[in-house]
């Protein structure tokens, strides 16, 4: 009897995260979730958090990413830095033929951002090296289904769409972290830290979009953060049938709560409602609800439940033929209405 074929090997990936704050432990969680990924070390500059984290996980600490490069056997790195470092510190890693999962934004300037998309595209090429952008609310089960039920064609055409995101930061929330509050740290404010993801949903769900209008300003937390905590958009989609439809968007980190996030959009034969959970109120007068999943106890829902879903799709992606689909071009195209926004809001001056 001729012998067993040997097994191959399954794949091991190694993964480092750099940048142990408050977004790492969703990263740390889904790695320690995922078969064949293996957590390999940690980075930051920060000796205290690079500690406590090197600590908590039992692997070694990094002052820098060029430190844990030059170690070597790395094949993944999670970026979960402030928005300054994002660019920077994937191009560091692409040139060493190390795959990027980097948070949001994918830059904070759009110089930055359109450079990473063409170094990334190169990496690919070469190398097969991936680079994905952490928007994870793509993921969640009622935009995933309100993509599907948009792209089945049975609801018609889509008349219009507007979109809020209603959330309450105070100044303690930028003191912690002063990047935040910053043109130079974090390349914007409120529109660049948290409505950036809806700003995605919106063109990823109607279309690729314009701004017709669009205003930014500073109001409740006005001399604590230099960046806007406000800002209202009306934008022009062309949608997936080559129409052109309007959508209106009013976000505030001025609010009393972080209120869920509503994007409504109006087509042909029905009326399309997310408020965390997806209603769509059909012309005909039949109404479905479909649920989120995923919301753990103790975890903010409204940031989104999906990190975990992205992530392994990410790693899912490494050695396939084709680039991650949310790659660094895919991810500017947020950054740019943000920028368009200051343009209209700000004399030219460091929210370039
Ligand atoms: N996807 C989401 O829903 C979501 C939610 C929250 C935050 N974020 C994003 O995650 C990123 C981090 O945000 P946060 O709130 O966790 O910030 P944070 O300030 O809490 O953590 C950032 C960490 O990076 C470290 N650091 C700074 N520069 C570094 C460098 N060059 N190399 C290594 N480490 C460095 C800091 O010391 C700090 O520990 C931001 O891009 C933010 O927008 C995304």
Request: glycine share 10%; hydrophobic share 45%.
């Amino acid at each position: 009897m001729s012998p067993k074929p040997a097994q191959p090997e399954p794949v091991v990936r190694r993964a480092a995260v750099v940048g142990c704050g408050d977004i790492s432990a969703q990263h740390f969680g889904a790695i320690e979730t995922l078969d064949g990924v293996e957590l390999a070390g940690v980075v930051d500059t920060d000796a205290d958090r690079r500690a406590a984290a090197s600590a908590e996980h039992g692997v070694p600490g990094y002052a820098s990413l060029g430190e844990l490069l030059a170690a070597g056997g790395i094949d993944v790195v999670h970026l979960c830095t402030p928005h300054n470092t994002h660019a920077p510190l994937a191009q560091e890693a692409l040139a060493r033929g190390v795959n990027v999962l980097t948070e949001k934004p994918v830059a904070h300037t759009l110089a930055d951002a359109e450079a990473l998309a063409e170094a990334s595209r190169a990496a690919f090429a070469e190398h097969g090296t991936q680079l994905g952008v952490c928007f994870q609310n793509r993921y969640n089960a009622p935009v995933l289904a309100l993509r599907e039920l948009l792209d089945s064609g049975s609801l018609g055409r889509i008349l219009g769409a507007n979109a809020t995101v209603m959330w309450h930061r105070t100044p303690e929330y930028y003191a912690a972290r002063p990047w935040r509050a910053t043109w130079a740290g974090s390349g914007g404010g409120l529109l660049m830290n948290q409505a950036i993801h809806t700003l995605d949903l919106l063109q990823w769900l109607v279309g690729p979009a314009v701004m017709v209008g669009g205003a930014a300003s500073t109001r409740a937390l006005a001399g604590a953060i230099e960046v806007e905590d406000t800002a209202d958009l009306l934008l022009e989609h062309t949608t997936a049938d080559g129409g052109r439809v309007r959508s209106v968007f009013y976000a505030t980190n001025a609010n009393g709560i972080n209120a869920p996030v509503t994007l409504d959009i109006v087509t042909e034969g029905a009326a399309l409602s997310l408020r965390g959970e997806l209603t769509v109120r059909y012309a005909d007068g039949r109404v479905d609800v479909i649920a989120e999943a995923g919301v753990l106890a103790g975890e903010r829902s409204y940031w989104g439940a999906s990190h975990r879903l992205l992530i392994a799709d990410f790693y899912a992606s490494l050695g396939a033929e084709r680039p991650f689909w949310i790659g660094a071009e895919e991810a500017t195209a947020a950054l740019r209405l943000i920028k368009d926004v200051y343009a209209s809001s700000y004399a030219p001056g460091n929210w370039v």
